[in-house]
Nanobody, 115 residues
Framework: QVQLVESGGGLVQPGGSLRLSCAASRSIFSIRAMGWYRQAPGKQRELVAAITSSGNTDYANSVKGRFTISRGNAKNPVYLQMNSLKPEDTAGYYC?????????WGQGTQVTVSS
């Protein structure tokens, strides 16, 4: 079993930026897709951004033009650059890495956007 650990969250003012990272406990191969999800208190978890092994990306409408998902390497497979952050972006952010026979999730990192 692989553990994923997110990092890079924190408190930022509106308009600020953060870069989230996702580190794996061991190298992951044959990745089919990766994604970042978020969950705010009292709300369902939602997809923020996703990227396939071929590089195709998809974003939630609310973050298009502000967030960028990118691929890394086998130990740090995915990143999320978040710019122009808004208070409504406040949530726990979770990385997901999926292959044909696995589906790994991290424990989340908190992002709080507030002045």
């Amino acid at each position: 079993q692989v553990q994923l650990v997110e990092s890079g969250g924190g408190l930022v003012q509106p308009g600020g930026s953060l870069r989230l990272s996702c580190a794996a406990s061991r190298s992951i191969f044959s990745i089919r897709a990766m994604g970042w999800y978020r969950q705010a208190p009292g709300k369902q978890r939602e997809l923020v951004a996703a990227i396939t092994s071929s590089g195709n990306t998809d974003y939630a409408n609310s973050v298009k033009g502000r967030f960028t998902i990118s691929r890394g390497n086998a130990k740090n497979p995915v990143y999320l650059q978040m710019n122009s952050l808004k208070p409504e972006d406040t949530a726990g952010y979770y990385c997901n890495v999926a292959g044909l026979s696995y589906d790994y999730w991290g424990q989340g990192t908190q992002v709080t956007v507030s002045s």
